[in-house]
């Protein structure tokens, strides 16, 4: 739902009559209520518990999904102008925007709670890919669907909402019939530990003082701001590609593909990067190096991207999205090592918010750029691409400077030494 406008954000601009900059306020909309998203989802997880915060966040994604149904269904029927059927949209998307952070922040939660040591990373690798390859469909089923006629009339965008307010309602009563809090014991000896006390009893208070404490570390810090960085990046491209692509001469399928391969290559390297943090746990060096890659990905993708070359241009998108979406799993855990016993969702929280701060404005930012050098005329270096190696190198260069702590892993090393320890005195 967040990326659906960004391939055809041309014929969603001329369905409900605003400007194309206007139209970005939709996924921008989800960068502005990421932060109060994510202290929303802190307190319900605190006081509820993972099963309703979980219902919480699949019956506001169903119910911003009707929302948008009904405004463009509206504005089809004539009943209601474009702008009332806009603000209609708008509002629900908002709304699926405001409750998205409880799947993104909670999935190195859900992980911890449900597997063990050996599984955990690769379960994170794969409950944090789910937000990627949601947004793999939104670039391309939304071209598939809508589209204009021979009137020039846009027509399809009530059947594209449809289906995504179908999906999120299944979602809904899955989670409502086969969701649990919990399994019966807890997987690992960290969790075990760590969830020990009533989380029930958990107030305002102590997840502010947590979070105050994981700012005023300053390894946490280089996670903050070099993911930070990163996914404004991601967010900001993916937001703007159909807009990015078309310097280069491609069409609204052409963005969709491009955003789809980029977002389907991500799976590659999230699974990658799980089993490879499984089997080392080197989740040090592991940061370090997926961020030098993300630098040469984008360099071949700037290379690259020239026009009638599709396949060169869809081989760098697809290099991209596999090294920047790995560092999805790899920052989340990465963060967990470091703050360790800290929960989870605060650090994740932490991470996504920041980078959805910088989203905010840079979006605006690089549309400007793209505007200011809208023809092709054979350059590497336009104005926008400067600006995305930049925010590249401001990412890089910290994050080769991390050094933090496996705190977790090497407590559940020491608390294995000691129950062996145990069981051989006993035996």
């Not at 929302?67 to 209601?80: E, M, N, P, Y």
């Not at 965008?157 to 307010?165: E, N, P, S």
């Not at 990905?297 to 020239?306: D, E, N, Q």
């Not at 590249?392 to 020491?414: D, I, K, M, T």
Request: overall charge negative; aromatic content about 10%; charged content about 10%.
């Amino acid at each position: 739902m967040w990326i659906t406008y960004a391939p055809i954000s041309d014929l969603v601009a001329e369905f409900y009559g605003v400007p194309q900059s206007v139209v970005n306020l939709f996924s921008v909309s989800w960068s502005i209520l990421y932060l109060p998203g994510s202290a929303l989802h802190t307190y319900v997880m605190a006081k509820r518990g993972v099963r309703q915060v979980v219902l919480l966040g699949i019956a506001g994604t169903a119910l911003g999904g009707v929302l948008r149904t009904l405004g463009s269904l509206l504005v089809d029927a004539g009943t209601i102008g474009t702008l009332p059927g806009y603000l209609m949209t708008l509002l629900g998307q908002a709304l699926a925007g405001l409750v998205q952070p409880i799947f993104v922040n909670g999935s190195a939660m859900i992980a911890a709670i449900w597997f063990g040591v050996e599984e955990r990373d690769l379960a994170t690798a794969a409950s944090s890919f789910c937000s990627p390859l949601g947004s793999a469909l939104g670039q391309f089923i939304p071209p598939m669907l809508v589209s204009e006629n021979d009137d020039g009339d846009v027509e399809g965008m009530t059947l594209l909402h449809a289906v995504q307010a179908g999906i999120a309602l299944v979602g809904f009563v899955a989670v409502l019939v086969a969701f649990a809090e919990a399994p019966p014991t807890p997987p690992s000896r960290s969790t075990e530990l760590r969830h020990r006390e009533d989380r029930g009893t958990m107030a305002a208070t102590d997840v502010l003082r947590t979070a105050w404490g994981m700012l005023r570390d300053q390894q946490f810090q280089i996670l903050l701001w070099s993911f930070g960085v990163g996914l404004c990046m991601f967010n900001s491209l993916m937001t703007l590609i159909n807009e990015y692509t078309a310097v280069e001469g491609y069409s609204d399928n052409d963005a969709g593909i491009f955003g789809g391969i980029f977002l389907m290559m991500g799976l590659v390297g999230v699974i990658a990067a799980g089993v490879v943090m499984d089997a080392t746990h080197a989740y040090r060096a592991i940061f370090k190096t997926a961020f030098v890659l993300a630098i040469g990905s984008l360099l071949f993708l700037i290379v690259a991207l020239r026009p009638g070359q599709f396949a060169w241009s869809a081989v760098a998108f697809g290099a991209m999205g596999c090294v920047m979406l790995s560092l999805l799993p790899i920052a989340l855990e990465t963060a967990v090592e470091c703050t360790y016993p800290a929960s989870e969702e605060i650090s994740a929280g932490m991470l996504f918010s920041i980078g959805n701060i910088f989203t905010v404005g840079c979006v605006y930012f690089m549309e400007t750029l793209i505007k200011l050098h809208d023809d092709y005329d054979s350059t590497v270096f336009t104005p926008v691409n400067l600006a995305l190696l930049a925010f590249a190198g401001v990412a890089v260069l910290p994050a080769l400077f991390y050094s933090g702590p496996n705190r977790r892993y090497e407590a559940e090393q020491l608390a294995g030494g000691a129950a062996a320890a145990a069981d051989a005195e006993a035996g």
